[in-house]
Every structure is written in structure tokens, then in C-alpha cells.
């Protein structure tokens, strides 16, 4: 049993701060410039196996030199597999030879569930100089690390053509009850490492020229990578499926429900209680046993268990001469501390019997006095 430390679990959370109790993240192995262990690896350089047309045949894109390699006139490509909220990691390079301006000049984008692009462009001579003169004008809102049509980049990132760069993305899809939108999901993007993207929250599909507002869709779908016309190369694909920040529904968060969080605790408090042992001649330990139940789920039952050993570990310790209390300061102060824990958080009442006649026994042995 893990005690009690931080402040106790409460009606949005089903645990303590810092609670030795909660259950620990999954281990997954991140080695530098691996794919981490629990990453689906959509793209190695060696196969396009893991990808098809928009219809569902397959891809005229090619595999040139380790890159998967956009054709004019071939179509958007997809995924085989559906994918919702996920971290991706995507590495592509515009052509080496410039073509073109503005959208024309190494057009191509990444489509999250198909719906929501991060667009990818050569925009690297994409700003305004000192002079005012612009070698490659561009709407801000379809620039390289743009959110498409609706958000620029924070700042351009970009390399030069030909140059490989990198898309870190995290993506929330919108989350929906029937036709009603809870959450208009997010997108974070670094680009080359470079923050272009916090947190936007989408405000609807993406679309070209004209405002397309979200609308349900299923929770899993294709992620696409677009043909714009341009020889675009991308390599080094993976992705992570991460959970919906809905999806937490025990533990703080937008999502937190009440009767999710009470269920969890009284199941925590189920399990702990299985291993309080209240028989225990050792009276202080049994005490801390129960005292942590009952910051989980607090029962007239275990008051009364809690109540009946706290009087005869009153009565003990009543028993004892001032070398013997001496010999179980520790003991006696973390019991003590235990009950200021929960009556902090009204989990015991201020005029907790245990807290008063353990605090006087401290007091009267001097053990809180600096030596």
C-alpha cells in the first residue's frame, strides 16, 4: 500500500496527488532517429504495401531511391489502415529543381483522417525582405506548415528545395455527441523541429477557397498524402495512436465524470481494503491501511473499523513511559500526518479524536521542538 502524501482523490479525480497507487505508463523503447517501439511504420523506404489510391486500388505514386514519390495525375493516396487521434512523424522534400511560384512551386499535403490537411510547399524564399520584395509571394494561410486555409504557420521553417525536412504532428479529431460538437479537436506541428503549429483548435474541413465547417465523420480513417502535381518526396512515415483528450473520463481533464470517478475509487478502495488486514497487532500500520481506503471511498463501515483501532492505539500508547514514546516518534508523527492529510481534505473532520490525541502526545514529548 502506497499511504498518504499528496492531497486525496475528490470528485474529478480518482487519485491522490502523487499517488504510488495509480496505475504507471507503458514502457516504449525511443531510440534517436528510430520509429518509438509502439509506432505503426507506414513508410520504411522499401515498400508501398501499407498504401492504395483514394480508390481503394493501387498507387501509381513510385518508389524512388527510399522516397515515396508523388506523380502528376495519379491522385491523392490513403492509407490501407484507419488511424483517429495520433502523434506522426513524416519527413518529405520538395523538388530540387524550382518550378513555379506561390502553390504551384512544390505542392503537396498531409491529410490527418483525410479531412484536415498541414500543408507542404517549397516556401523557403517565401518572405517579405528588407527591401519589401518577395522572391516567392504566397497566401500566409497556404504556406508550408500551414494549417490549410485557416491558420499560418507561427513562423517559416522552411529548407531549401530538395532539402529533406520534417512534420512532428499531433492531431485530435473533433469529438462529437450525435450532431452536437463538444470539441473542435487540435492540431499541434513542428516543423523541422520548429514550433508552426500550438494547439489549433479546427474550425471546420479543409477545403479550398471557401469556409467548409466540421461535421461528424467516423472516429477512424485514412491518413492521405496529396498529389498536386508536383514530384513531392516523403520518407521515414510513422505514427503513434494516442487516446482522444476525451477519452479520460476518471481523472481531471474536460471529459472527468463523477460517477466514472466514484466507480474507480470505490474499486481502488475495494482492492486496498483486501490487503488492510484491521487485525493487525501492529496498530499504527493497520491504521495507515485504513486511513488510505478511506481517502478513496469513505464508508460508515470503515469509520467505525478506522474509530475502534485509533482508541485502543490511543490507549497503547497511554500505556507507555517517555523513553518507549521516544523509541516510536516516527511512527506516532506519521500517523499524525496521515490525519492532517485528510482533514485537509474534509476527509476527517477538524476535531479528528486521533489527529488531537496523537498531536498532544507530540507536544508533550517535545518531538516537533528544534534541538
Not at 512532428?168 to 452536437?180: A, L, N, S, Y
Not at 508536383?230 to 463523477?258: C, D, K, M, Q
Not at 467505525?304 to 523509541?327: C, H, P, R, T
Request: proline share 7%; aromatic share 8%; with cysteine.
Amino acid at each position: 500500500m502506497a499511504g498518504l502524501y499528496g492531497d486525496t482523490p475528490d470528485a474529478r479525480h480518482a487519485w491522490a496527488v502523487h499517488d504510488m497507487n495509480r496505475p504507471a505508463p507503458k514502457k516504449v523503447a525511443a531510440e534517436p532517429g528510430r520509429p518509438p517501439s509502439d509506432a505503426i511504420v507506414l513508410f520504411d523506404g522499401t515498400s508501398l504495401d501499407k498504401w492504395e489510391s483514394t480508390k481503394g486500388e493501387p498507387t501509381k505514386w513510385r518508389l524512388a531511391d527510399g522516397a515515396l514519390e508523388s506523380v502528376k495525375g495519379a491522385g491523392y493516396i490513403r492509407t490501407k489502415e484507419s488511424f483517429g487521434d495520433c502523434q506522426l512523424h513524416i519527413e518529405w522534400a520538395a523538388p530540387v529543381k524550382v518550378e513555379g511560384q506561390g502553390q504551384g512551386r512544390g505542392n503537396s499535403g498531409i491529410f490527418p483522417m483525410g479531412n484536415y490537411e498541414i500543408q507542404v510547399l517549397d516556401s523557403y524564399e517565401t518572405e517579405v525582405l528588407p527591401d519589401g520584395s518577395n522572391k516567392n509571394p504566397n497566401y500566409a494561410d497556404g504556406q508550408a506548415g500551414s494549417i490549410y486555409a485557416e491558420n499560418p504557420p507561427l513562423v517559416n521553417a522552411s529548407r531549401k528545395p530538395g532539402e529533406w525536412q520534417t512534420y512532428d504532428i499531433v492531431f485530435h479529431q473533433p469529438v462529437w455527441e450525435g450532431e452536437t460538437l463538444k470539441w473542435p479537436g487540435s492540431i499541434t506541428v513542428f516543423h523541422n523541429g520548429v514550433l508552426v503549429q500550438d494547439h489549433w483548435e479546427m474550425e471546420g474541413m479543409t477545403t479550398h477557397c471557401r469556409r467548409r465547417p466540421l461535421a461528424p465523420h467516423p472516429t477512424k480513417l485514412p491518413l492521405q498524402l496529396q498529389d498536386h502535381g508536383n514530384p513531392v518526396r516523403f520518407r521515414n512515415i510513422w505514427l503513434r495512436e494516442i487516446p482522444s483528450r476525451y477519452a479520460n473520463t476518471t481523472h481531471g481533464g474536460p471529459a472527468a465524470n463523477e460517477a466514472d470517478v466514484m466507480a474507480l475509487r470505490s474499486k481502488t478502495a475495494a482492492k486496498l481494503y483486501a490487503q488492510a488486514n484491521p487485525a493487525d497487532p501492529n496498530k499504527a500500520a493497520a491504521l495507515h491501511r485504513l486511513l488510505e481506503v478511506i481517502s478513496y471511498e469513505k464508508t460508515d463501515a470503515r469509520i467505525n473499523e478506522v474509530k475502534a483501532i485509533a482508541g485502543a492505539y490511543l490507549a497503547e500508547l497511554g500505556g507507555l513511559d517517555k523513553q518507549k514514546l521516544e523509541g516510536r516518534k516516527g511512527e506516532i508523527i506519521g500517523v499524525r500526518n496521515a490525519c492532517n492529510v485528510l482533514i485537509r481534505n474534509k476527509v476527517l473532520p477538524e476535531e479528528c479524536t486521533l489527529r488531537a490525541g496523537l498531536q498532544k502526545i507530540i507536544d508533550a514529548q517535545g518531538f516537533e521542538k528544534k534541538r
